[in-house]
C-alpha cells in the first residue's frame, strides 16, 4: 500500500491551492487503500454540511473503485443501482470523488465538497494529480 | 458568535405565534454557528415524527448556509445532488429551515416542521425576522 | 396526557432560575409521557456535551419512570442492570433526570445536564416543582 | 470564533513532530468551538482503530471544556459519571484530548491517539503548545 500521509498531505495541499486560485472554500478528505481516513483539512468558512460529504465521496469512490460522478447515473430512479445511496450512511453518488492510483493500483481516493458539483470535481481533479 | 438563548428564544416565540395565528401546531428549532441544539419547542398536538424534522431543517440550513428549500430542486432525480438526503441522517431537503445573520454572518438557523412545507416556511420567516 | 408546551416551558424556565441563582449554566430539556421531547434549552454557556446528557437524562427518567439517580446503583459492576448504558445511546444512569408527575401518573419527564451531578440534581428538582 | 485551518494544521503539525521525536505513530484531529472537524492526519502505521478515538478525543475535550484525562476518574464505577460513555457514541474518558483556549475562550480541542495514554496526552500538549 503506498499511500502514505505524506503523498496525502500533498493531495490535500494541491486542492486547496486549485480551491483557493477558484474563489472557493472547500473540505478535502483522502482515505487509503482500506477505505480508512488518512488526511482532512475544511478551508476556512466552508460548509459545515460538506464536512460529511467529503470524507463520504471519498469513501465512496475508493469503494466502488471508480469517481463518484460515473455512479450519479446509475443510481436514477429506473437505473440499475436506484436506492444505493441509503445502504450506507454517507455513500456519495455526485461528482468530486476520484480515486487515486499508482502504477495502475487504486491505492486510496481524494473526496471535495463545498462548490457546485462541477466546481468540486475541478478541485478534486488538480487534488488527484497531485498524487 | 452571537447567538444566545435568548435570541434563540425569541426566535422559537415569534414562530409559535405565526404559527399560532395559522392554526398550526409545530416542532421549532435553533441551532447556533456550529449546528448544535440551543431551543427547541414542540406546539401541543404537533407532529411526533416532526420533531427530527425540525432539527434537522435547522442544522442543514445551518450547515449548507442556506434555505433548505433552495436544495429541493439540487436533489431531484437527475439534478446535481441527487442522492444527498442519504448522505448524513437528518439532513432535510425541503423548506422550514432558515439560517439566521448577525451583520452579514450566519450564526445559526431556525427549522420548522409540522404543517405543509410552505406553511412550515412561512413560521420559519416569522420567526428568523425576530432574530 | 397533560404534559403540554406551556407547562414544559415553566418547568424549563423553573430549572434556568435555579441555575441562575447557583452560577450554573446547564442544558434542559423536557419529555412527554411518550419519551417525545417537547421543550429544550441550552443556557449560554452550557457545555456542549450536555445536549445529549440532558436529552437522555430526560428520555430515561419517563422510560424508566425513575430518577436517573436512582439506576446509578444497579448498573454498577456486580449489579443487576450491569450492561444497562450501552443498550441503546442516550440512556443515562447518574442523577438529574425526573419523572414529571401529574395526580399520580407520569406524563413526562425533566433533564438537566451542566455541573455536577449533585447540581444537575438540584436544578432538576426545581425545574420539576414547577409542574 | 477564531479557529482557522492554518492555526489546525500548525496544530498538527507541532503533534506530528513530537510524537516522530517519540517513535510514535499517531491519529491527530483538531475541532472548532462547535466540535466540528477542521483538520485531521493519520501518521504512517498508525492505528485504524485510533481515527475515530482520536476524533472522538478532540470533540469530547470541546464538548465538555476539559481534558479527556479528567473525566477517567470520574466514569469509573461508583463514580459520579459512571455510564457517561454510553451516553453519546464517540465519547472518550481516557487523556489525549485537550481543549483549544484563545484568550482564555475554549474554540477548539486537539485530540490524539495511536500510542499509551500517557503518549498521547504527551503529544496533545505539544500539540495543543502550538495554539
Known amino acids: 500500500m503506498s499511500m502514505t500521509l505524506e503523498r496525502a498531505m500533498a493531495v490535500v495541499d494541491a486542492g486547496r491551492r486549485k480551491a483557493g486560485e477558484m474563489g472557493l472554500a472547500v473540505n478535502l478528505a483522502v482515505v487509503d487503500g482500506g477505505c480508512n481516513l488518512v488526511a482532512f483539512a475544511r478551508m476556512d468558512g466552508a460548509f459545515l454540511g460538506s464536512i460529511d460529504v467529503a470524507l463520504g465521496k471519498a469513501r465512496t469512490a475508493r469503494a ?54 462541477e466546481q468540486d470535481e475541478q478541485v478534486a481533479a488538480a487534488a488527484a494529480a497531485a498524487f
Chains 1, 2, 3, 4 share one sequence.
Open 64 to 117: 466502488f473503485d471508480m469517481e463518484t460522478g460515473q455512479l450519479a447515473g446509475l443510481v436514477q430512479p429506473g437505473q440499475p443501482l436506484f436506492g444505493l445511496p441509503a445502504v450506507h450512511p454517507g455513500t456519495v453518488v455526485f461528482g468530486g470523488g476520484i480515486p487515486l492510483t499508482d502504477a495502475d493500483v487504486i491505492v486510496g481516493a481524494v473526496g471535495v465538497s463545498g462548490g457546485a458539483v
